[in-house]
C-alpha cells in the first residue's frame, strides 16, 4: 500500500504541475500580448506628439506665409507711407530756404534709388523744371 499511496501522490503533484504548468504559460502569454500593446501605445503616443509638432510648425510657417502675401498684395502704400513719415534732410531744407530768399534755381541730384533717365528725357525734364521756376 505504500506503493500506491506514494504513486497517487505523484499523480497529484503531477497534476498540480501540469495546472501551475499551463497557467503560467497561460499568464507569459497575457503579458507578452499586454508588452506588445504598451509597446504600440508608447509609438502611438510618440507619432501624436510628432504629429502635434508638426502641426503646430505649419500653423506658423502658415501664418508667416499669410502675413508675407499681406505685405506684398500692399507694397506700395507701405513706401508710400515709409517715405512720407521720413523728416526732409537738412540739406533739402536748406535748399529751399535759398531758393525762397534767393530766387535761385536749385538742381537736384537724382536720388541714387531713382532710375537713370535718357539723355533726351533729361533734358525734357530740365525744360519742364524751367517752365515752373
Known amino acids: 500500500m505504500a506503493l500506491s499511496t506514494e504513486y497517487e501522490n505523484l499523480q497529484k503533484r503531477k497534476s498540480e504541475l501540469e ?3 499551463q497557467s503560467l504559460t497561460d499568464r507569459e502569454k497575457n503579458l507578452e500580448e ?3 500593446t504598451l ?5 502611438v503616443r510618440k507619432l501624436e506628439e510628432q504629429t502635434k ?9 502658415e501664418s508667416k506665409v ?3 502675401e499681406k505685405q506684398l498684395m500692399e507694397p506700395h502704400t507701405a513706401e508710400i507711407k515709409e517715405e512720407e513719415e521720413k523728416p526732409p534732410t537738412e540739406e533739402a531744407v536748406h535748399d529751399e530756404q ?7 534755381m536749385v538742381t537736384v ?12 528725357e533729361h533734358r ?3 525744360k519742364k523744371k524751367r517752365l515752373f521756376f
Open 124 to 126: 525734357r525734364e530740365e
Open 109 to 120: 541730384a537724382p536720388d541714387e534709388n531713382q532710375e537713370t533717365t535718357h539723355p533726351r
Open 34 to 36: 499586454s508588452v506588445k
Open 39 to 43: 509597446e504600440v501605445k508608447i509609438e
Open 53 to 61: 509638432a508638426r502641426r503646430e510648425a505649419l500653423e506658423t510657417l
Open 66 to 68: 499669410s502675413e508675407l
Open 19 to 21: 495546472k501551475e504548468l
Open 98 to 104: 535759398e531758393e525762397q530768399e534767393e530766387g535761385v
